[in-house]
C-alpha cells in the first residue's frame, strides 16, 4: 500500500511564494496593457480633436485673397473668407442684381455676408462691407445685360446697389476669425473658437495645449516667423501649429496626452 508524503511547512512556503510571483507578474502585464490601452485611447481623442480644426480652418483660409489677412496675432487671425464668385449686373428695385457661378452649398448657406469685392479696371479689388444679400427671383437685369444665370448658380440681389457696377466680376466674402481662448465646454481649458461676421463667437473643438498657435510665413520664400509682420500683406500663407489634448490623462500618468498637428496653409495675401 502506497502512503503519500504530506507537504513539509518549507514546501507550503514555497508554493505560496511562486504563487505570489506568478500572480504579481499577471498583475504587472494586465496593469501595462491596461495603461497601453488608456495612453492609446488618449492619443485618439487628442489626434480627433486636432483633425477637427484643421478641417474646419484649412479650408477658409486656403481662400485668403488680395489684402484678405485682416489682422493676426500668435493665437488669432481675422481675415476675409471668399465663399461664392460672380458677375454683377444692372439694378432692380434699389438693389444690384448679382449671377452668381455655383458654389459648395453647405459653405454658402453657412456663410454669414460681410461684404462684396468688385474687381477694377485695372485688375485690384475694392471692397464693401456692411451689405445685404437676399435671393432674387427677378433676372431683368441680367438679361439686359447679357449675363447669363448659369446652370446651377443663383441670383441674389445686393444692397446698395452701389455695390458693384454692371459686368464687373464680384466675390461674396464673409469676415471670419479665429482664436484660441478659454473653453467654456470645458472649464479650465484652451478651445478654438470662431466668429463670422459681427456674430459671436462659437466653440468649435477642445481641448488645445497652451502651445498651440499661429506662425506666420513671410514673403516669396515663406520664412517662418512667430510674430507677424507689420504688413500683413507680406504673409503668403500660415503654419497653423496644432497641438491637442486628451480630454484626460492616460492611466497611471498626470499630464494629459498631446498631439501636434503641424500644417502650412499659403494663400494670395498680396498687396492690393
Not at 495603461?35 to 481662400?63: C, D, G, P, Y
Not at 484652451?190 to 481641448?207: D, F, N, S, T
Request: proline share 5%.
Amino acid at each position: 500500500m502506497t502512503r503519500h508524503r504530506g507537504f513539509t511547512l518549507i514546501e507550503l512556503l514555497i508554493g505560496i511564494v511562486t504563487l505570489a510571483v506568478l500572480a504579481t507578474a499577471l498583475t504587472r502585464i494586465l496593469l501595462s496593457d491596461s495603461r497601453f490601452v488608456s495612453k492609446q485611447e488618449a492619443l485618439i481623442t487628442a489626434r480627433q480633436t486636432a483633425r477637427a480644426a484643421m478641417n474646419v480652418m484649412s479650408v477658409e483660409l486656403r481662400m485668403v485673397s488680395d489684402g484678405g489677412l485682416l489682422a493676426a496675432g500668435a493665437d488669432s487671425v481675422f481675415f476675409r473668407s471668399p465663399y461664392a464668385y460672380g458677375v454683377a449686373c444692372g439694378v432692380a428695385s434699389g438693389a444690384r442684381a448679382v449671377s452668381l457661378m455655383p458654389a459648395d452649398s453647405a459653405m454658402y448657406a453657412s456663410a454669414v455676408p460681410s461684404g462684396i469685392a468688385r474687381r477694377r479696371a485695372g485688375g485690384q479689388y475694392s471692397f464693401l462691407d456692411g451689405i445685404t444679400v437676399a435671393a432674387s427671383a427677378d433676372a431683368t437685369p441680367c438679361t439686359a445685360d447679357s449675363v447669363r444665370i448659369v446652370p446651377d448658380g443663383s441670383l441674389v440681389a445686393v444692397t446698395p446697389d452701389t455695390a458693384a457696377l454692371s459686368g464687373e466680376l464680384v466675390y461674396l466674402y464673409q469676415n471670419v476669425a479665429y482664436k484660441f481662448m478659454a473653453s467654456t465646454d470645458m472649464p479650465g481649458r484652451i478651445a478654438l473658437w470662431r466668429r463670422a461676421g459681427l456674430g459671436a463667437y462659437e466653440e468649435l473643438a477642445a481641448p488645445f495645449d497652451s502651445t498651440a498657435r499661429f506662425r506666420f510665413l513671410v514673403g516669396p520664400n515663406l520664412q517662418r516667423t512667430g510674430t507677424p509682420p507689420a504688413d500683413l500683406t507680406t504673409v503668403n500663407g500660415l503654419e497653423l501649429s496644432i497641438v491637442a489634448q486628451s480630454y484626460e490623462p492616460p492611466q497611471g500618468q498626470s499630464e494629459f496626452q498631446l498631439f501636434e498637428l503641424p500644417l502650412q496653409v499659403v494663400f494670395l495675401n498680396k498687396a492690393n
